[in-house]
């Protein structure tokens, strides 16, 4: 699909000055160069043209709010004094799998006061040797290269405008653990209950076999109490003389 086609389907029925964002990656470009995209994109912020064939950017139009600029996998050598020309408050420029080999070909963009992050990934330019210390020279407004501060600390997504949703995970993430450790104080709390009704069961149930064991032990001494009576003889019931007993006594 061509560039102006691609323009016209994401615009949607919007006017260009309706739109902040405009992605047309991996469209064609007629003879290497930007179509299309006009003034009129008034309020364009982000501007991606990825691997769109361009060999140059001298059409592009001036667009005072553009702060980033996609342009990776393209032909483009040379010619960025546009850029400084007509994107005055750039702050994100992607040049990656270009064709520039010279440091001084990157010049024109220290006219780019608000330029924080460059990336220059694949282009023949990063073999050269002190390439880093060479471009945060000359770009001294510069922060990140290729991803990287002049200290290789790595860039925070998007330049630290991911750092409020990185907090939001965080706190999420704290909220969760919160919440389980909530999950498991209860879940502590049920399994006490669990055993002190367990440990009561068995209090009751010593309880009633204590109860059995105690009236079982009182229908044994009943028991007894009934079999001494039965051997012993009743009262005021004399008791009967032998008559072998009484002969001994008449002996006597």
Known sequence: MDMKKRVSLELRHRSPTEVQELVLDNCRSGEGKIEGITAEFSN??????????????????????????????????GGLEVLAERLVNLTHLNLSGNKFKDISTLEPLKKLPQLKSLDLFNCEVTNLAD???????????????????IDDCEASDSDG????????????????????????????????????????????????????????????????????????????????????????????
């Open 131 to 149: 390439y880093r210390e060479s471009i945060f020279k000359l770009l001294p407004q510069l922060i990140y290269l290729d991803g990287y501060d």
């Open 161 to 252: 405008e991911g750092d409020g949703v990185e907090d939001e995970d965080e706190e999420e993430g704290e909220s969760e653990d919160f919440e389980e450790e909530e999950e498991e104080d209860e879940e502590d709390v049920v399994a006490e209950d669990d055993d002190d009704d367990d440990d009561s069961g068995d209090d009751e149930d010593g309880e009633v076999n204590g109860d059995v064991d105690s009236e079982d032990d009182d229908e044994d001494e009943d028991d007894d109490e009934e079999d001494d009576e039965d051997s012993s003889p009743a009262k005021g019931e004399k008791r009967k003389r032998d008559p072998e007993d009484e002969d001994d006594e008449d002996d006597d």
């Open 44 to 77: 364009l912020e982000l501007l991606s043209l990825i691997n769109v064939g361009l060999t140059s950017v001298a059409d592009i139009p001036k667009l005072d709010k553009l702060k980033k600029l996609e342009l990776s996998d393209n032909r483009i050598s």
